[in-house]
């Protein structure tokens, strides 16, 4: 049951990924193309997965979003250039990145800085034995 739920929530911010045709038109620019790539490597390696898997941050069941979508989120914003989490939020705001990634809505910041204020002592531990996993 818990996991029908969770599966719903997620449907309701993020799509699974599609293919999409990256080409030089007027339809569907974008100022955050560089982080295409990037955003695609982290998928290849399974970065939100394993974030998932080894940093344990249980969340309330109508939760929209988790501690490893707040992580990527950040990440790809700082990549892009972002130097505060609202900045973070505005590299988001590029409809074409989040068509790419998958994302239906991005949280704003607040949300995303209420669950890095979540994060435990532990946790932080078991961020830093991410590198061997990733």
Not at 87 to 115: M, S
Request: charged share 20%.
């Amino acid at each position: 049951m818990k996991s029908s739920k969770a599966s719903k929530t997620s449907s309701r911010v993020r799509n699974h990924t599609r293919s999409v045709k990256i080409s030089s038109t007027a339809h569907g620019l974008t100022n955050q193309a560089g982080l295409i790539p990037v955003v695609k490597y982290l998928d290849r390696i399974g970065f939100e997965k394993t974030v998932k898997r080894k940093v344990a941050h249980p969340r309330g069941d109508n939760a929209d979003y988790h501690l490893s979508d707040a992580v990527l989120l950040t990440l790809v914003g700082m990549i892009g250039g972002a130097t505060s989490m609202s900045k973070v939020t505005t590299v988001w705001a590029d409809r074409v990145l989040r068509q790419v990634v998958g994302w239906v809505k991005v949280p704003v910041e607040t949300t995303i800085l209420r669950i890095f204020k979540e994060v435990s002592d532990a946790q932080i531990s078991q961020f830093e034995a991410l590198t061997q996993y990733v």
